[in-house]
């Protein structure tokens, strides 16, 4: 593989190097700004989607043009085509069409794409495989293949004869940090950092491999001096334009009162996950930070305010962690009051009564919950709704195999809904309850 004057590799190191910073400062001191940079129709997806747009054009440029590799350019431009419209879920969310039937049975996000029918929110033995596959691929074209071209191994140089157009063997970075991050040991939500280096890391590729057919070079020859800075600040450019049309993109529709409201719920819903993760983390003043703009955006969440209490009271700060508790407990008074027969605020309760170390409380709230929603049951036998809450009381009363039978059932007569998919998927796991729920 070529050995290409320094400008562009100094412009490719320089670019990676300055998004794995960003992201790692972010995690540490910004959460707010790594949620925007990692969730679903926010600023970092649309840099996704747009670096995809990017290499979707050279390839095309390049599968048009006489050339070698026409053949997988042509193949790389559907890819990236079918990447952007399954990013967009083909404009579903944009026009606000509904899902489909099929999709909403089957999909894990119950979104019009094919990607979400194998991965999603929910952890399964296929998302794994994957996952794993994607991070084994990366590395084989954007580590391995190139460095055996370098050293002109059989295999690769009959591979490039077959048409395989490779990446410049420097980017191998580029490909290696993706594959570590697609495989989300973190659990910090980087496999969306991953899908941001892949399209840089080929739309590198592509106005490389454009460069050398301007110039009519192999692709194992140098380039000059000049033409490496030109495809530098080519690479700076294109890297630009991505970012300038994600940022515009996300503007234009925070204007749209129904697009902002999504991402003003998804924000919410990052903030309640990052919480978690940076609790996992012992990182207690970020956890504390983000339940407490989360409390002031729902002050009558006392799941919230559980949280809040916990993570103050292990961060050593006691008193708060009682004034929250007691918030908790203010809230479900009021709730309680508002609907006295809400089968939520009952178990709600128990939560927080056991927090409380009011006991007799939390056992009577508890009784209740069980027998309301077994009458239920009884009363509507067809409702999925009646055994999802019986499955929720009875984990609660430490019934694990009594709950996943109810929640197994609630799925059986709602196969559609995502809340007992999830649910399901946690229970096996035998992972615990969570605040939300209650």
Same mark, same amino acid.
């Given at each position: 593989m070529t050995r290409s004057f320094a400008a562009h590799r100094l412009v490719a190191t320089a670019? /990676?190097? @300055?998004?794995?910073?960003?992201?790692? $400062?972010? *995690?540490?001191?910004?959460? !707010?700004?790594?949620?925007? +940079? =990692?969730?679903?129709? /926010?600023? @970092?997806?649309?840099?996704?989607?747009? $670096?995809? *747009?990017?290499?979707?054009? !050279?390839?095309?440029?390049? +599968? =048009?043009?006489?050339?070698?590799?026409?053949?997988?350019?042509?193949?790389?431009?559907?890819a990236c085509f079918y990447v952007v419209g399954e990013e967009i879920s083909w404009g579903q969310r944009l026009l606000d069409i509904p899902t489909p039937e099929f999709f909403r049975r089957h999909n894990l996000q119950q979104e019009t794409n094919l990607h979400n029918l194998f991965t999603g929110p929910?952890?399964?033995?296929?998302?794994?495989?994957?996952?794993?596959?994607?991070?084994?691929?990366?590395?084989?074209?954007?580590?391995?293949?190139?460095?055996?071209?370098?050293?002109?191994?059989?295999?690769?140089?009959?591979?490039?004869?077959?048409?395989?157009?490779?990446?410049?063997?420097?980017?191998?970075?580029?490909?290696?940090?993706?594959a570590l991050l697609e495989m989300q040991l973190f659990r910090f939500n980087e496999a969306e950092i991953a899908e941001l280096l892949i399209p840089l890391a080929l739309t590198l590729t592509c106005a490389w491999h454009l460069q050398h057919r301007r110039r009519g070079l192999e692709t194992t020859a140098p380039l000059a001096r000049k033409d490496s800075r030109a495809l530098a600040w080519q690479s700076l450019l294109l890297a630009s334009a991505a970012l300038f049309l994600a940022g515009t993109t996300t503007l234009t529709l925070a204007h749209s009162s129904r697009l902002s409201a999504l991402s003003s719920q998804r924000i919410e819903n990052g903030m309640e996950k990052f919480a978690l993760r940076y609790e996992r983390y012992e990182a207690w003043d970020h956890a504390e930070t983000l339940y407490q703009q989360l409390v002031a955006l729902k002050p009558g969440d006392a799941s919230l305010w559980r949280r809040l209490s916990r993570v103050q009271a292990l961060n050593g700060r006691t008193d708060e962690s009682a004034r929250s508790l007691q918030a908790a407990l203010q809230v479900d008074q009021d709730n309680l009051m508002k609907n006295p027969a809400s089968l939520r605020t009952h178990l709600s309760l128990v939560r927080t009564c056991r927090l409380t170390g009011l006991h007799e409380s939390a056992e009577e709230h508890l009784q209740f919950a069980l027998e309301r929603a077994r009458e239920w049951t009884l009363r509507e036998p067809s409702n999925p709704k009646a055994f999802y809450w019986l499955s929720l009381a009875l984990e609660l009363d430490d019934a694990p195999v009594e709950s996943l039978a109810c929640l197994e059932k609630a799925a059986t007569l709602d196969p559609l809904s995502l809340t007992y998919s999830r649910e399901l998927a946690r229970l096996k796991a035998q992972e615990p309850l969570a605040e939300d729920h209650l």
């Open positions: 670019l /990676l190097a @300055g998004i794995l910073i960003l992201f790692a $400062l972010m *995690a540490a001191y910004a959460p !707010l700004g790594y949620i925007h +940079a =990692t969730y679903e129709d /926010l600023l @970092g997806e649309w840099t996704q989607v747009f $670096l995809f *747009a990017l290499t979707l054009g !050279l390839s095309v440029r390049l +599968a =048009t043009t006489p050339g070698p590799y026409r053949m997988f350019f042509a193949v790389l431009a559907l929910v952890g399964t033995w296929g998302k794994r495989l994957i996952e794993s596959g994607v991070s084994v691929g990366l590395l084989v074209y954007g580590l391995v293949l190139p460095l055996a071209l370098r050293v002109r191994h059989p295999l690769a140089l009959r591979l490039d004869r077959l048409g395989l157009a490779l990446p410049p063997l420097y980017l191998w970075p580029y490909f290696a940090a993706a």
